[in-house]
C-alpha cells in the first residue's frame, strides 16, 4: 500500500479515522504473543487483529520487528507469525509489513521469498548489526541482494541506530536508490536526528513512504513531511494518534500538541520506571486485555508494581480509554 491508500472505519477509542486523514497512516509495531513458558501463541493474534481494527482504528501493522521480539525469534518462529498476521489480516487491514532482517544476509533473503509466498504487502530490512555495513554504498548493497530475490516486493530500510549500532546517513542510502532498486518503497526512520529525516523527505519519490517511528515526536515528523508514524504505542494509543493526525491536517496545532504531549507525559512516567519492552508488553497486555504473555530473555518481564504504576499513569493521562 503506497501513500495514498487509506484506511476507513472509526473506533470508540478516536475522533477522527483513518479516511479522513490524506493519506497519512498509523503503524501498530506488534508485540509478539508468548505462552506462559515462552512458546508462540498463535491463538492470540485474530483477536489482536480485530482490538487494533476496532478498538484503536489502526489498520496497518508491522509484524516481526523490534517490537515483535523478532531478533530473538528464529527463522522457522517467524514464519509461523508472518503467516498468521497476514492470514488474521486478510480482509480487515490494509498493510502488513514483515520485518525480514537477520544478521544473516541468507536468512534476510529466505524471510523475503516467505513474506512473498504468504501475501504480506511488503517487506522492511534493518540493517545486520555484528558486522556493521561501515558505508551507505554497502548498505544499499544489502538492500539490493535481499530485493533482488522478491524484485516485485515492496521494501522498506528499517533504521534503528540506537539499537544497530549503524547511524549512517539514511539520506545518503535513499538518494537515487530507486534506479537499482525499483521496489524500492520508503523508510522506516526510528531515528531521533531529524534533519536526517528532512532530508529523507526531501530526495523521497511520490511512491515512497516515509514512516516516522518515534512515537513520542510524531508530530515534528509530521512537519517535515513524514507519511505517518510506526510504533509500539500505536498497540494502546492508535485511536488518539489518529486524532492528532485529524488534527494536523486540519491546521489545529495546539489540539494535535495537546495529543502528543499526552504521551509524552505518559512515557516519561514510564522511562523513570525503566521502560523497556517488558513494560511495555505489559501495558498492552493491560489495556487491551490480550494474553501477550512474557517477553524472552534477554528481555525482563515487568515488575507488578512497575506495571501497576504504568497502567494507573496511562489511565490518568488517556481517562477515555
Same mark, same amino acid.
Given at each position: 500500500?503506497?501513500?495514498? +491508500?487509506?484506511?476507513?472505519?472509526?473506533?470508540?477509542?478516536?475522533?477522527?479515522?483513518?479516511?479522513?486523514?490524506?493519506?497519512? =497512516?498509523?503503524?501498530? %509495531?506488534?508485540? !509478539?504473543?508468548?505462552?506462559?513458558?515462552?512458546?508462540?501463541?498463535?491463538?492470540?493474534?485474530?483477536?489482536?487483529? #480485530?482490538?487494533?481494527?476496532?478498538?484503536?482504528?489502526?489498520?496497518?501493522?508491522?509484524?516481526?520487528? !523490534?517490537?515483535?521480539?523478532?531478533?530473538?525469534?528464529?527463522?522457522?518462529?517467524?514464519?509461523?507469525?508472518? =503467516?498468521?498476521?497476514?492470514?488474521?489480516?486478510?480482509?480487515?487491514? $490494509?498493510?502488513?509489513?514483515?520485518?525480514?532482517?537477520?544478521? *544473516?544476509?541468507?536468512?534476510?533473503?529466505?524471510?523475503?521469498?516467505?513474506?512473498?509466498?504468504?501475501? %504480506?504487502?511488503?517487506?522492511?530490512?534493518?540493517?545486520?548489526?555484528?558486522?556493521?555495513?561501515?558505508?551507505?554504498?554497502?548498505?544499499?548493497?544489502?538492500?539490493?541482494?535481499? %530485493?533482488?530475490?522478491?524484485?516485485?516486493?515492496?521494501?522498506?530500510?528499517?533504521?534503528?541506530?540506537?539499537?544497530?549500532?549503524?547511524?549512517?546517513?539514511? %539520506? $545518503?542510502?535513499?538518494?537515487?536508490?530507486?534506479?537499482?532498486?525499483?521496489?524500492?518503497?520508503?523508510?522506516?526512520?526510528?531515528?531521533?536526528?531529524?534533519?536526517?529525516?528532512?532530508?529523507?523527505?526531501?530526495?523521497?519519490?511520490?511512491?515512497?513512504?516515509?514512516?516516522?517511528?518515534? $512515537?513520542?515526536?510524531?508530530?515534528?515528523?509530521?512537519?517535515?513531511?513524514?507519511?505517518? &508514524?510506526?510504533? *509500539?504505542?500505536?498497540?494502546?494509543?492508535?485511536?488518539?494518534?489518529?486524532?492528532?493526525?485529524?488534527?494536523?491536517?486540519?491546521?489545529?496545532?495546539?489540539?494535535?500538541?495537546?495529543? +502528543?504531549?499526552?504521551?509524552?507525559?505518559?512515557?516519561?512516567?514510564?522511562?523513570?520506571?525503566?521502560?523497556?519492552?517488558?513494560?511495555?508488553?505489559?501495558?498492552?497486555? #493491560?489495556?487491551? &486485555?490480550? =494474553?501477550?504473555?512474557?517477553? =524472552?530473555?534477554?528481555?525482563?518481564?515487568?515488575? +507488578?508494581?512497575?506495571?501497576?504504576?504504568?497502567?494507573?499513569?496511562? +489511565?490518568?493521562?488517556?481517562?477515555?480509554?
Amino acid at each position: 500500500m503506497c501513500s495514498a +491508500q487509506r484506511a476507513e472505519g472509526r473506533a470508540p477509542c478516536q475522533s477522527g479515522s483513518q479516511s479522513a486523514m490524506e493519506g497519512k =497512516r498509523l503503524v501498530a %509495531a506488534t508485540f !509478539t504473543p508468548l505462552t506462559d513458558e515462552g512458546e508462540i501463541n498463535l491463538s492470540v493474534i485474530g483477536p489482536y487483529v #480485530d482490538y487494533l481494527t476496532k478498538k484503536q482504528g489502526v489498520k496497518s501493522i508491522f509484524v516481526n520487528g !523490534t517490537t515483535g521480539e523478532g531478533m530473538s525469534l528464529s527463522v522457522d518462529e517467524r514464519k509461523m507469525l508472518a =503467516r498468521e498476521w497476514v492470514e488474521k489480516a486478510r480482509g480487515k487491514m $490494509d498493510e502488513v509489513i514483515v520485518h525480514i532482517g537477520c544478521v *544473516s544476509l541468507k536468512e534476510s533473503q529466505e524471510l523475503a521469498r516467505h513474506a512473498e509466498e504468504i501475501g %504480506a504487502d511488503s517487506i522492511a530490512l534493518i540493517t545486520p548489526f555484528f558486522y556493521k555495513p561501515t558505508t551507505a554504498d554497502v548498505l544499499r548493497k544489502i538492500l539490493l541482494q535481499v %530485493a533482488s530475490v522478491v524484485p516485485a516486493m515492496p521494501i522498506y530500510y528499517y533504521h534503528l541506530p540506537q539499537v544497530t549500532g549503524v547511524n549512517l546517513s539514511v %539520506a $545518503d542510502i535513499v538518494e537515487g536508490i530507486e534506479e537499482f532498486i525499483p521496489s524500492f518503497s520508503g523508510v522506516k526512520f526510528s531515528g531521533v536526528d531529524l534533519m536526517d529525516f528532512g532530508q529523507c523527505v526531501r530526495h523521497s519519490k511520490d511512491n515512497w513512504s516515509l514512516l516516522y517511528g518515534v $512515537d513520542e515526536q510524531l508530530l515534528a515528523a509530521l512537519a517535515l513531511g513524514a507519511d505517518g &508514524g510506526v510504533g *509500539s504505542t500505536y498497540n494502546y494509543v492508535g485511536g488518539h494518534f489518529n486524532q492528532l493526525i485529524s488534527a494536523f491536517n486540519e491546521g489545529n496545532l495546539t489540539q494535535a500538541r495537546k495529543i +502528543q504531549f499526552k504521551l509524552q507525559e505518559l512515557l516519561s512516567h514510564a522511562i523513570k520506571l525503566g521502560f523497556n519492552l517488558g513494560v511495555n508488553k505489559q501495558l498492552m497486555t #493491560d489495556v487491551s &486485555g490480550l =494474553r501477550l504473555g512474557p517477553p =524472552r530473555l534477554p528481555v525482563t518481564p515487568c515488575p +507488578q508494581s512497575v506495571a501497576k504504576s504504568v497502567l494507573q499513569k496511562y +489511565q490518568s493521562v488517556f481517562p477515555e480509554c
